[in-house]
């Protein structure tokens, strides 16, 4: 595996630390455990950091130097692919992987020049997990967005070059056939959520009122966070004014600006008592935070899979989702939760309040999304359909069905 900026080891909840960091380290952690031996390869972010930490005994880390060992915007990253490849191939010495995977479009990069590598002689099989997509930033973000130029055309040209490519929604895949990709090489396999940990049983986070909605992510604006602050007012007018709001990830304040903008947002609209900005919180205090809630609020402009809804989905509690992008796979509208259109304060609340009005129906959709994570999401079905995915890669063709499962492969 091959992750530049989201290492499996790092914290969660900053701007760049979110979903692609769990994925990694779940999927590697997980066929690991199905008997491969894997190695991801992050960059070092910091001088502390050991050159190999070893997670399980066919799991490991390896922290390659490529760029300074300091934290760098995952946007500025580009012009230290090449000195990340030459590590990884430095590494592989004179045996190379079965497979390499990676994940995001510069990785991508990376592992194509090391799959491919020319001194070395490595024709090594290529999968690649863009997680997001550039052509989809920009149609929302436009001038915000701060992918380097380039994105433009590696980013396809990654996706081109790539054996096999493995999506993690089924809008993801018009997305790459209209990048100009054959979707004949494109597998799907969602993200999973961690079953052990997220569960409906245990201790909740205590909360003061007699409503709680929740929020978590990475504070950055396509969050869309601000439209659950601005859903309150609404709320309040259906009769919900007890409804406290908790945020969770980011910073708390002060030093995060995105902290602050969405504190004066809820000090303009008059809910400012109503909202709580946690800050960022470790992963295994998680689950507790989830069965505090009513309502779990995932409203995105756009999410490329979103891993939020699933563990709110685990731990037995409904979830009003923006229908965009991988929240139409894994929400199911009346199912699991209700969707709602994507920046739509009013249907956010008129959601929420359908929701707070009955407990049964809550109770009913928490349930069926227990049961549907549980089906659908473990960490084990989506490495082996990930397994798939690199038997195709490695047999080069687009028809799986004759293949036996794969022993114990490195990767
Ligand atoms: N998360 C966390 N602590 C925080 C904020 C987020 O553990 O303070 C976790 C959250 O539980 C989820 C991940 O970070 O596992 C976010 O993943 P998601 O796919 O929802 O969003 P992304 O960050 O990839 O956009």
Redesign the pocket.
């Known amino acids: 595996m091959i992750s530049e900026h989201a290492s499996p080891l790092a914290a ?2 900053g701007v760049d630390a ?3 960091n ?1 994925h990694v380290a779940a999927l590697s952690t997980a066929l690991a455990r199905r008997g491969h031996r894997v190695t991801v390869y992050t960059r070092r972010d910091s001088p502390d950091l050991p050159a190999k930490v070893r997670v399980q005994p066919r799991l490991e880390v390896v922290h390659v130097d490529a760029g300074p060992a300091t934290h760098v915007p995952k946007d500025e990253l580009l012009p230290f692919m090449e000195a990340l490849a030459d590590g990884v191939v430095q590494d592989w010495g004179r045996t190379p992987p079965d497979i390499v995977h990676g994940h995001f479009w510069m990785s991508g990069i990376a592992a194509l020049n090391a799959a491919r590598s020319e001194p070395a002689g490595f024709r090594v099989p290529m999968v690649q997990t863009f ?1 997001a997509l550039g052509t989809v930033k920009r149609r929302h973000q436009g001038a915000d967005d701060t992918s380097p130029p380039e994105r433009r055309f590696l980013e396809p040209s990654v996706g081109r070059s790539a054996d096999r490519i493995i999506a993690t929604c089924s809008d993801e895949v018009f997305e790459l056939k209209a990048m100009g990709i054959d979707t004949g090489k494109v597998s799907i396999a969602p ?1 999973g959520v961690d079953l052990d940990l997220f569960t409906s049983e245990g201790p909740a986070d205590a909360r003061s009122g007699p409503h709680r909605i929740l929020s ?3 504070l950055v604006p396509r ?1 869309g966070v601000d439209l659950v602050i601005r859903s309150l007012p609404y709320l309040k007018t259906a009769g919900f004014a007890d409804v406290e709001l908790l945020i ?2 980011g910073g708390a304040g002060g030093q995060d600006p995105e902290a602050q903008r969405l504190l004066d947002l809820a000090q303009d609209l008059g809910v400012a008592d109503q909202v709580e900005l946690r ?5 295994d205090a ?1 689950p507790a935070i989830f069965r505090s809630a009513d309502a779990v609020a995932c409203t995105p402009w756009y ?1 490329p ?4 809804p699933l ?1 709110a989905m685990a731990c037995g509690i409904p979830v009003v989702a923006a229908a965009v992008g991988g929240l139409t796979d894994s929400v199911v509208d009346h199912g699991t939760g209700l969707h709602v259109p994507p920046k739509d304060p009013a249907a956010i609340a008129e959601a929420l309040a359908t929701l707070l009005a009955s407990p049964a129906l809550r109770a009913k959709l928490g349930r069926a999304g227990e049961r549907r994570a549980k089906a659908r999401f473990s960490w084990n079905r989506i490495a082996a359909e990930t397994e798939k995915a690199y038997q195709l890669a490695v047999a080069g063709t687009a028809d799986a069905t004759s293949l036996e499962p794969m022993e114990g492969a490195a990767l």
């Open positions: 969660l909840g979110g979903g692609q769990v997680h993200c978590v992510g990475r969050k969770v990830g800050g960022q919180v470790p992963r998680m999410e899979f979103g891993i939020v563990e």
